[in-house]
């Protein structure tokens, strides 16, 4: 996890640091949840205190801190096998440009990436970064980051192949995390670590074809590749029908929830 917060509140229940009360607390039921997250799916939790868009630079040479720091955890909780395992990124606010940034430079590593109002993400061209599973959630009132930026970042790697999904979030601000949010981030890194790992850790990822997902759009609805009569690469892509049907309830909510 990188931030935007102090990350490691989502592993200790610590703090965040976050500018609002309500986000903060917010924050701490998302820890509780991919805590649990983790405990089912036997994942290491691992957050930084570096935080903020000036904290961890978008450069190979953040990588190998993360490396470095992942390298430690497994050497001190006795668990070696996690020096070579799966990473799953989650990049919040000024954590996003690394995050992005360290899946297109290791896709081989990445189970997938999930962005909170993230800053413009690269635009893709390797195959095997567009593999990476990618959603992101937008704040439609943002001030802070450009989502024009970011909705043509999305537009373009959706076109070009990528397995992306973007949810524009109605009536929220930058600093906000409602329980639809939570909802939603949750359930669709649980659907892609379920469709992703292998049976032991040392089993490479598994990969997911495009035309086994699902296709949304905020005007057309939600269906099976199959099915979908619009402009696929203009659609949003999930892993099953419950986290496309979850989007649709999250994109067209009248209300924050």
Same mark, same amino acid.
């Given at each position: 996890?990188?931030?935007?917060?102090? +990350?490691?509140?989502?592993?200790?229940?610590?703090?965040?640091? &976050?500018?609002?009360a309500e986000? *903060? =607390?917010?924050?701490?039921?998302?820890?509780?949840?991919l805590?649990?997250?983790?405990?089912?799916?036997?994942?290491?939790?691992?957050g930084?205190?570096?935080?903020?868009?000036? &904290?961890?630079?978008?450069?190979? !040479?953040?990588?190998?801190?993360?490396?470095?720091?992942?390298? *430690? &955890?497994?050497?001190?909780?006795?668990?070696?096998e996690?020096?070579? =395992?799966? @990473?799953?990124?989650?990049?919040?606010?000024?954590?996003?440009?690394? =995050?992005?940034?360290?899946?297109?430079?290791?896709?081989?590593? +990445?189970g &997938?990436?999930?962005?909170?109002?993230?800053?413009?993400?690269?635009?893709?061209?390797?195959?095997? +970064?567009?593999?990476?599973?990618?959603?992101? @959630?937008l704040?439609?009132?943002?001030?802070?980051?450009?989502n024009e930026?970011?909705?043509?970042?999305?537009e373009?790697?959706?076109?070009?192949?990528?397995?992306?999904?973007?949810?524009? !979030?109605?009536?929220?601000?930058h600093?906000?995390?409602?329980?639809?949010?939570r #909802?939603?981030?949750?359930?669709w890194?649980?659907a892609?670590?379920?469709?992703?790992?292998?049976?032991?850790?040392?089993?490479?990822l598994?990969?997911?074809? *495009?035309?086994?997902?699902?296709?949304?759009?905020?005007?057309?609805?939600?269906?099976?590749?199959?099915?979908?009569v619009?402009?696929? +690469? #203009?659609?949003?892509?999930?892993?099953?029908? =419950?986290?496309?049907? *979850?989007?649709?309830?999250?994109?067209? #909510?009248?209300?924050?929830?």
């Open positions: 996890m990188l931030g935007g917060p102090d +990350t490691r509140a989502f592993a200790s229940n610590g703090s965040f640091g &976050a500018p609002i986000l *903060e =607390a917010s924050l701490h039921l998302l820890g509780h949840e805590r649990t997250l983790a405990a089912d799916h036997g994942l290491a939790m691992l930084t205190s570096r935080y903020g868009y000036d &904290a961890i630079p978008n450069l190979p !040479q953040s990588d190998e801190l993360i490396f470095e720091a992942i390298g *430690e &955890a497994a050497r001190i909780s006795g668990h070696r996690l020096a070579s =395992a799966p @990473i799953f990124v989650y990049g919040i606010s000024g954590g996003t440009p690394q =995050a992005a940034g360290f899946t297109a430079r290791n896709p081989a590593r +990445t &997938a990436l999930l962005l909170k109002v993230p800053a413009p993400p690269e635009r893709l061209g390797s195959a095997a +970064t567009l593999a990476v599973p990618t959603c992101m @959630i704040a439609e009132r943002d001030d802070i980051v450009n930026a970011v909705v043509a970042a999305f373009s790697n959706r076109r070009a192949g990528g397995l992306w999904a973007m949810a524009v !979030q109605p009536g929220v601000p600093h906000s995390l409602t329980a639809g949010h #909802a939603l981030s949750v359930n890194l649980r892609i670590v379920e469709l992703r790992l292998g049976a032991s850790a040392q089993d490479p598994r990969t997911v074809p *495009e035309s086994a997902g699902w296709l949304g759009h905020p005007d057309f609805g939600v269906s099976d590749w199959m099915g979908y619009g402009d696929r +690469t #203009a659609a949003s892509w999930f892993p099953s029908r =419950a986290t496309a049907e *979850e989007w649709w309830e999250f994109v067209n #909510a009248r209300e924050a929830r």
